[in-house]
C-alpha cells in the first residue's frame, strides 16, 4: 500500500488548504492521520481519523483544522482554515494498515505547506 498526499502549496496568512492522502490498493486502514515537520520542531502529531469516526487534533490546530476521511476510497482530507506562518512545513500522511498479523505504521511523502505573513 502506498500513500500519496496532494494538495500543499503557498497561502498568505488567514487563508486555505485542503491536503488529500488516498492510499492505493484495498487495504483494511484503521486510523488515517497527519503530522508536520516544521524548521522549529520534530515531527509534530496535526490529527487523525479513526474509522469509527473518532478523531483527535493536536493543541496547535485545533479549532482551525478538520480531519475527514472517505473510507470507501481510503481517502483522508485535511481542511486547514485560518492559516499562520508557524503552520508552515512538510505535512506527512500516516496511515494504520491492517498486514494480516496486525496493524503497521504507513507514512507517504509530504506535501509542502507554506504560509506567508
Known amino acids: 500500500v502506498q500513500l500519496q498526499a496532494s494538495g500543499g502549496g503557498t497561502v498568505q496568512s488567514g487563508g486555505s488548504l485542503r491536503l488529500s492522502c488516498d492510499a492505493d490498493?484495498?487495504?483494511?486502514?484503521?486510523?488515517m492521520g497527519w503530522y508536520r515537520q516544521t524548521a522549529e520542531k520534530q515531527r509534530e502529531f496535526v490529527a487523525s481519523?479513526?474509522?469509527?469516526?473518532?478523531?483527535e487534533y493536536g493543541e496547535a490546530v485545533t479549532g482551525r483544522f478538520t480531519i475527514s476521511r472517505d473510507g470507501p476510497k481510503n481517502t483522508a482530507y485535511l481542511q486547514m482554515n485560518s492559516l499562520k506562518p508557524d503552520d508552515t512545513g512538510v505535512y506527512y500522511c500516516k496511515a494504520e494498515i491492517w498486514t494480516g498479523f496486525g496493524y503497521k505504521d504507513k507514512w507517504g511523502k509530504g506535501t509542502l505547506v507554506t504560509v506567508s505573513s
Open positions: 481519523r479513526h474509522r469509527n469516526g473518532d478523531t
Open positions: 490498493g484495498n487495504a483494511s486502514i484503521r486510523v
